[in-house]
């Protein structure tokens, strides 16, 4: 059946996946007991895409592997990716999958897939509309990581309390990643925290290094619950000017040194989660290292495009914590031209409450022209009036494509323009960039 | 030269009631205080701390996850008589979601279980199943849209509404006492319950209700209201000094038409 809807099935991300199920509900299940080696499952509020790019790079060097790269990380991503990389009749060209898989499916994806691994980032509120609190999801992702069998293996971020507390309902092993500095050397941020409390007690937790938002190293104060050593680490972690980053590495007894050209504390984690995902999967460490400095970021992750002589930067915003790492990160920057694009359609989040609970203010100084735009453009501008960020009336547009080509007229030829949207902004800045460059490439052929 | 005013203002559980961005509300009192040169004192209260018997002309308290507002609820107790007695005394309280309802007199979960409340609001929840999620917009309460167009003055808008617009995300059916006053009736969304078109109560200078978005934002005319009854305690009536509130409309008048949608 699965080369019959391949055929049909064209090049939309998850519509055939999507037939493939109303015709066979169990098809997930069936193809990936056939995988050789099985699956590698990457949930996490923030961080997926990266990792799950960065994992399918490294292990690609040692095995055959999918992954639902185009993002559509719900079952019928899941489907589609497999049907198009099964043969007739049915016979899979891989050995091994990586699944990107959405916080609210996670429970679904794990009884359908029968993965060997799960990697679990962190959790933080997100889309309250959407996915409702961070509480309840993890409850959810207790009750299935329960039934897992003994040779599924976890991988999970030590310094997220919410995420640690997941090693006491499985059986199996667990591998842990965490950053071993006190202190990391970005700008201060009035942070959101979604862990206050002890998962088992109740009680306070006690943090004797706070990094970002919960993550860092935290105890109970009444009973054991505490961070527990990562098997993977990284310290000396040391951010550049040119959102470079390099960090000391330990796996396995070694120490490496890594340069790479992503920014900020949220891909030292993700590239934590590759690391230990690799030391598992048996990559050697040099091997890791080559693809972790080889890497090019996944889309509007953080890009870099050259537009009309001009640098873009663009940097995906979808919830406070990852907002404020992105505003950390850039407020290492002294005179930043900003577009900030805020809408608010379903895969955005409908309520853009969020936006008071990003710390915005800490940009105050560091901006010079301002731009927003965006179906709730008014609401960020209101925003930015009160975080004390100046901006012009005029500098307001509705449109993203109106606003992308405006902005680009409006700034001197030399600035940067960091360009920071939500989901289904970025979706328009992309067809923007692309349409401009096509132009940018016609012109100058004539 | 005219004395400088202060406002003193009581954060309850800013670290535990912080997470539908309420947080927006507080700033938005404290910027719009700051630009007529009024002072701020800006208390945060948590579990454990105790409460100043009075000194505070506003409260407010936000809405959380489920699990902090049970912990909330509990340390609330001990703060309950201070609390109702300010109300009477008619200090201002801007309660949102999960403040709200602890305001009330009790939640009963799905499951039947009974968590009470401090009862400064003559109301009660009950757990439901279907979580109501959408853009909310209320026409105010006639009594105090009269206030409200008495008090509020901007440099250079005609006051186009007293409507108020936010965005609402509660499983939680409140229900009003017989003689407890709405914030206002629903034109979309659901509100209180969803079912008799209520939004919100009212007990003197408290209000409750399910508007997050942040709320004060872009209802500059709430805001101003707000503070205006927050400084009458203390300095009789104020006129506050208008200001340009041109974008607050505009976000104001852009979140109306999604709520309308």
């Known amino acids: 059946m699965a080369f019959v809807i391949r055929f049909f099935g064209g090049g939309a991300t998850a519509a055939p996946g999507l037939i493939a199920l109303k015709i066979d509900p169990n098809l997930v299940r069936k193809l990936n007991k056939e995988i050789t080696f099985g699956s590698v499952i990457i949930s996490g509020t923030n961080g997926k895409t990266t990792t799950a790019r960065l994992i399918y790079d490294v292990l690609s060097t040692k095995y055959k592997v999918i992954h639902n790269r185009q993002g559509s990380n719900l079952l019928r991503g899941i489907a589609s990716t497999l049907i198009s990389q099964s043969t007739i009749p049915g016979k899979l060209k891989f050995d091994l999958a990586i699944w990107e898989v959405d916080e609210a499916t996670l429970p679904e994806s794990i009884k359908n897939v029968y993965p060997k691994t799960i990697v679990l980032l962190n959790l933080f509120r997100d889309q309250l509309d959407r996915y409702g609190e961070v509480d309840s999801i993890r409850v959810k992702w207790q009750k299935t990581l329960i039934t897992l069998p003994k040779d599924t293996t976890l991988i999970l971020n030590s310094d997220d309390p919410g995420i640690s507390i997941l090693e006491k309902s499985h059986k199996g092993k667990t591998i842990f990643f965490g950053v071993g500095d006190n202190h990391v050397r970005l700008p201060e941020v009035t942070s959101v925290v979604d862990v206050k409390h002890c998962l088992i007690c109740g009680a306070n937790l006690i943090f004797s290094a706070q990094l970002s938002s919960h993550l860092g190293k935290y105890r109970c104060s009444n009973c054991d619950f505490k961070r527990p050593t990562p098997n993977v680490s990284a310290v000396n972690l040391n951010f550049k000017p040119d959102f470079s980053t390099s960090i000391s590495l330990n796996a396995n007894g070694q120490t490496l040194n890594i340069n790479y050209s992503l920014p900020g504390l949220y891909n030292v984690y993700n590239i934590l989660a590759t690391s230990a995902t690799a030391s598992l999967y048996k990559i050697a460490l040099p091997t890791v290292k080559n693809k972790i400095e080889t890497f090019s970021s996944a889309f509007g992750r953080f890009q870099r495009t050259k537009i009309q002589n001009r640098e873009l930067l663009t940097f995906l915003i979808k919830n406070p914590a990852g907002a404020n790492e992105v505003i950390r990160t850039i407020s290492k920057l002294s005179k930043n031209n900003l577009l900030v694009i805020l809408n608010d359609k379903i895969a955005d989040g409908r309520d853009v409450s969020w936006i008071w609970d990003t710390d915005w203010e800490i940009l105050k100084d560091k901006t010079r022209d301002v731009f927003v735009a965006g179906t709730r453009c008014f609401d960020m501008a209101l925003r930015m009036k009160y975080a004390g960020i100046g901006l012009s009336k005029n500098n307001i547009y509705k449109e993203v494509n109106y606003s992308i080509l405006s902005t680009l007229k409006k700034m001197s030829n030399k600035n940067t323009l960091i360009v920071l949207p939500t989901y289904t902004a970025l979706l328009d800045v992309q067809k923007t960039l692309n349409r401009i460059g096509e132009d940018v490439t016609k012109w100058q052929k004539q | ?261």
């Open chain 2, 1 to 261: 030269m005219a004395k400088t005013m202060t406002l003193n203002i009581c954060h309850l559980y800013p670290d535990l009631m912080d997470t539908y961005g309420d947080k927006g509300n507080i700033i938005t009192i404290q910027k719009r205080c700051k630009w007529r040169g009024i002072d701020i004192n800006l208390t945060n209260i948590t579990i454990g701390q105790s409460l100043p018997a009075s000194g505070f002309d506003l409260y407010f308290f936000g809405g959380g996850q489920d699990k902090a507002q049970t912990i909330v609820g509990k340390d609330l107790m001990k703060k309950g008589q201070t609390l109702k007695k300010a109300a009477d005394n008619g200090t201002v309280f801007l309660s949102i979601c999960g403040g709200y309802q602890l305001l009330q007199k009790y939640f009963k979960t799905k499951t039947g279980e009974i968590i009470k409340g401090i009862g400064l609001f003559d109301a009660y929840t009950v757990g439901s199943d279907n979580r109501m999620i959408q853009n909310l917009m209320i026409k105010i309460n006639p009594e105090l849209e009269q206030e409200i167009k008495s008090v509020y003055q901007t440099t250079n808008y005609q006051l186009p509404t007293t409507n108020l617009v936010g965005f609402e995300n509660h499983s939680g059916k409140t229900y009003l006492g017989k003689n407890t006053k709405s914030l206002g009736k629903v034109i979309k969304g659901a509100g209180n319950n969803g079912e008799d078109k209520t939004e919100g109560a009212v007990y003197k200078n408290a209000f409750g209700c399910y508007l997050h978005g942040s709320l004060l934002p872009k209802n500059p005319h709430f805001a101003d209201y707000l503070i205006s009854k927050a400084l009458e305690r203390r300095y009789g009536k104020v006129k506050l000094k208008p200001l340009d509130d041109t974008l607050e409309w505009q976000a104001h008048n852009s979140a109306m038409e999604k709520a309308k949608e």
